[in-house]
């Protein structure tokens, strides 16, 4: 079929394909007109980050609590999953030797990629080690691959304790001296959350 340009300027007997690579740039095409949809599966559909750059401090035992770190996202399709990342900058107890604060993940009021239940355990996804000073502690990273199932906005939190007769400080040493020494450095803590094509 011959290819025709008409007087009102759409174009016919052009079929799929048809145009030399290239010849249809980003900048040509509509905003929208390329949907999550059509993208491969992987692909990184958008981005939310939230950050917390205060300081805080639990004396939580054995018991969860808000550390104050959340964002939302909004799916835009149930298919599609959520990588969770969460780095904590610092977390120092106050006590001395071996102690340790769980924490994990919360995706509304769900924990999410947690361990096995057993008994009264505490079920968490990661752990923060303090083993010396205390004002050392130190940081931890985690990420978690979810399935939500949604296209509503959803949001993901994190929650941490401790142990008894301790308190937990957060990006700040347990003596918080006003100091240029690097045990009084002051730290941050981030959450990111990806949309992944399903």
Same mark, same amino acid.
Request: proline letters at 3%; zero cysteines.
């Given at each position: 079929?011959?290819?025709?340009?008409?007087?009102?300027?759409?174009?016919?007997?052009?079929?799929?394909?048809?145009?030399?690579?290239?010849?249809?740039?980003?900048?040509?095409?509509?905003?929208?007109?390329? +949907?999550?949809? !059509?993208?491969?599966? *992987?692909?990184?559909?958008?981005?939310?980050?939230? &950050?917390?750059?205060? @300081?805080? =401090? #639990?004396?939580?035992?054995?018991?969860?609590?808000?550390?104050?770190?959340?964002?939302?996202?909004?799916?835009?399709?149930?298919?599609?999953?959520?990588?969770?990342?969460?780095?904590?900058?610092?977390?120092?107890?106050?006590?001395?030797?071996?102690?340790?604060?769980?924490?994990?993940?919360?995706?509304?009021?769900?924990?999410?990629?947690?361990?096995?239940?057993?008994?009264?355990?505490?079920?968490?996804?990661?752990?923060?080690?303090? +083993?010396?000073? !205390?004002?050392?502690? *130190?940081?931890?990273?985690?990420?978690?691959?979810? &399935?939500?199932?949604? @296209?509503? =906005? #959803?949001?993901?939190?994190?929650?941490?304790?401790?142990?008894?007769?301790?308190?937990?400080?957060?990006?700040?040493?347990?003596?918080?001296?006003?100091?240029?020494?690097?045990?009084?450095?002051?730290?941050?803590?981030?959450?990111?959350?990806?949309?992944?094509?399903?």
């Amino acid at each position: 079929m011959a290819i025709t340009i008409n007087g009102t300027g759409s174009i016919t007997g052009l079929t799929a394909g048809g145009l030399p690579d290239g010849s249809v740039t980003a900048a040509d095409l509509a905003d929208g007109a390329v +949907t999550s949809g !059509a993208l491969p599966a *992987g692909s990184i559909l958008q981005v939310v980050q939230a &950050s917390k750059t205060d @300081t805080t =401090s #639990t004396a939580s035992v054995d018991s969860f609590v808000d550390l104050g770190l959340s964002a939302s996202i909004t799916p835009t399709s149930t298919s599609n999953k959520i990588l969770v990342m969460v780095s904590i900058g610092r977390a120092v107890s106050n006590s001395t030797g071996f102690r340790m604060a769980p924490f994990r993940i919360l995706r509304g009021s769900t924990a999410i990629g947690v361990g096995d239940a057993e008994g009264v355990r505490l079920q968490s996804n990661f752990i923060i080690f303090d +083993t010396n000073d !205390a004002n050392y502690g *130190g940081a931890g990273a985690y990420q978690y691959l979810d &399935s939500p199932s949604t @296209t509503s =906005s #959803t949001t993901y939190k994190i929650q941490w304790t401790g142990q008894a007769g301790e308190t937990w400080y957060l990006h700040r040493s347990t003596g918080n001296t006003n100091s240029t020494d690097t045990i009084h450095s002051r730290a941050a803590s981030h959450i990111t959350l990806m949309e992944v094509a399903g």
